[in-house]
């Protein structure tokens, strides 16, 4: 059965950094787009950061572009979210995302990724 499990999230200060990994089991995870969405209480979800199969191909929402940075080690089925000046307004539960369809493009919506995790909380103090 498809997994995907996320952790490295916690209280972090105003202008801190920190690192979420989500691990992926029971499927192909190497070969499909994966992302990173977050959801603040109150608000949709909306997505942060995406990454296509091979890594060469990223694209990030405005909000935490230049401060976040997506990444994937397949050899691990692993994604990685570095987050760095963290800000207040970055306060989420973070989950991990991955498509179904192979070697697909970014994808930017909710309803196009197939399988999700549990999600990880990050809290930002001013």
């Known amino acids: 059965q498809e997994r995907l499990v996320e952790s490295g999230g916690g209280l972090m200060q105003t202008g801190g950094s920190a690192t979420l990994s989500c691990v992926g089991s029971g499927g192909s995870f190497t070969t499909v787009p994966m992302a990173w969405f977050r959801q603040a209480p109150g608000k949709e979800r909306e997505f942060v950061a995406g990454?296509?199969?091979?890594?060469?191909?990223?694209n990030y929402a405005d909000s935490v572009k230049g401060r976040f940075t997506i990444s994937r080690d397949n050899a691990k089925s692993t994604v990685y979210l570095s987050m760095s000046s963290l800000k207040p307004e970055d306060t989420a539960i973070y989950f991990c995302a991955a498509a179904k369809t192979a070697y697909g493009d970014i994808m930017f919506y909710r309803h196009e990724y197939t399988y999700w995790g549990q999600g990880a909380q990050v809290t930002v103090s001013s």
């Open positions: 990454i296509n199969w091979s890594g060469r191909r990223i």
